[in-house]
């Protein structure tokens, strides 16, 4: 069973009581039978899906109940199917919200969302990254919220906060984002996808958002077959 999930059931029992430390990086490393780097990546996967708080100087606190959205956003930690399996939730589910969003979203959020794309866009220019990342779920995180459904976000935002885990981030930008080019035709899609949610245009919205995810499908298809993606 991996260090996540191993932690997810001792929340789960009650072996760690909501508020409760949690033992040192070397003492899980020590019980488990794993290097610490290895804890250490699952208890950053369990802060991103809001299971645990770092608390720096004090340690790692259980924050939450273990509930069944963030156990299964944890399956970012086992391997690239499992990457792919969160990618095709979201492109699934972030379309229609995009439509959402064009319908609900407040000037106060049009304003937050256009900042993030012009931070994403020049992070793209610079090539930057990790920078780009960060926007990346900035933006998707906006677009949620900017729905005004609660239980939308409570379902969606684990998802999205998967996007701080290593390996989702490696696995896309081997398969997705492997160069400038491919960075600023994903900035100007969302660009887009901003300009049609700030005019109330729905179906734009969403039409520009499925064509985001579309070419995340085809990318990492050509790659699976050894093309050359112009």
Known sequence: MAVAEQIVEAIKKGALPVGSKL???NDLAEQ????RPTVREALSALAAVGLIESRPGSGNFVRNPANSIAREALLILENESS???IMEARGLLEPPIAGLAAQKRTDEQITEIESVCV?????ARLQDFDEYFKFDKAFHTLLIQATQNGLLATILLPLINTMDQRLYREFTKDFYIKDLQALN???LLHQEIFEAVASGNSERATERMQAHWTRMWK?????????KVV
Do not use: R, T
């Open 23 to 25: 033992p040192s990086e």
């Open 32 to 35: 488990m039978g794993v290097s």
């Open 83 to 85: 990457c792919l399996e």
């Open 119 to 123: 931070k994403l866009k020049h992070s």
């Open 185 to 187: 035709e994903l900035a």
């Open 219 to 227: 990318v990492i298809q050509d790659q699976a077959e050894g093309k």
